[in-house]
């Protein structure tokens, strides 16, 4: 059960992701700092592959989690939960929000961006958040029936590479045009608790934050950079 706007709105959704290859990607560890997040008033957790949404629903039952699953494909960029297959893994795992791709980009196997949320909707009834990097492709992914849009992919593809989040500038018009039910968050590049209440002051309804969170490989990485430089 999601909980109602009155809990979430304003709140932070914490994503709690490490890189392949670190030794934080372990899915007890996973699950202890998405505890701690959720302890230290974080409204929900985003989290990646079915394994860390399990680890984390047995360790946190009541935990709001969006989930979605990295998977990468020959013939086709798109990567956060791109197919049916990925889908059912998501929900399966004990996901309550499942997140995927939704921008207008070739999806593996030719596999449609409509059909798959049109099946999500009848077949699973699952609520679905949009990741998207344009206002067009959020209004789209709204009217498709995706429930909450997030500003993700914002710089990560090949139309906004020339772009750098967070995606500020994209909430106010998003808003606007999303209807009130639409849950619209900012999520890529937040690093600050003043950039967080920005983005809520832009239009918001939740704020993503993740590298500057849980990152510890990058974070560490970026200070002996600085450092040695």
Request: charged residues 20%; glycine residues 8%.
């Amino acid at each position: 059960m999601i909980p109602g706007s009155e809990q979430l709105d304003q709140g932070l959704i914490v994503s709690v992701q490490a890189p392949l290859g670190s030794p934080m990607r372990d899915p007890e560890v996973i699950a202890a700092m998405a505890d701690a997040a959720l302890r230290n008033g974080a409204v929900g957790v985003r989290l990646e592959s079915p394994e860390h949404i399990g680890a984390v629903r047995r360790r946190c039952p009541e935990a709001l989690i969006i989930g979605l699953w990295k998977c990468t494909f020959p013939d086709s960029s798109v990567y956060i939960t791109p197919g049916w297959r990925e889908i059912q893994a998501v929900w399966s795992a004990g996901a309550d929000v499942i997140a995927l791709d939704a921008t207008q980009r070739p999806r593996p196997d030719q596999q449609s961006l409509a059909d798959l949320i049109q099946r999500c909707r009848t077949e699973l009834r699952a609520p679905l958040m949009a990741d998207v990097d344009s206002i067009a492709n959020g209004i789209h992914a709204a009217d498709l029936g995706c429930e909450w849009v997030g500003t993700t992919l914002f710089g990560y593809t090949e139309d906004t590479a020339d772009q750098k989040p967070p995606a500020i500038q994209l909430l106010p018009e998003l808003r606007h045009e999303l209807k009130t039910s639409v849950r619209l968050i900012c999520e890529g590049g937040i690093s600050t608790p003043t950039a967080a209440r920005d983005a809520l002051a832009a239009g918001a309804d939740n704020v993503v934050v993740g590298t500057a969170i849980t990152g510890v490989d990058l974070q560490v990485a970026a200070y002996c950079r600085k450092m040695a430089g």
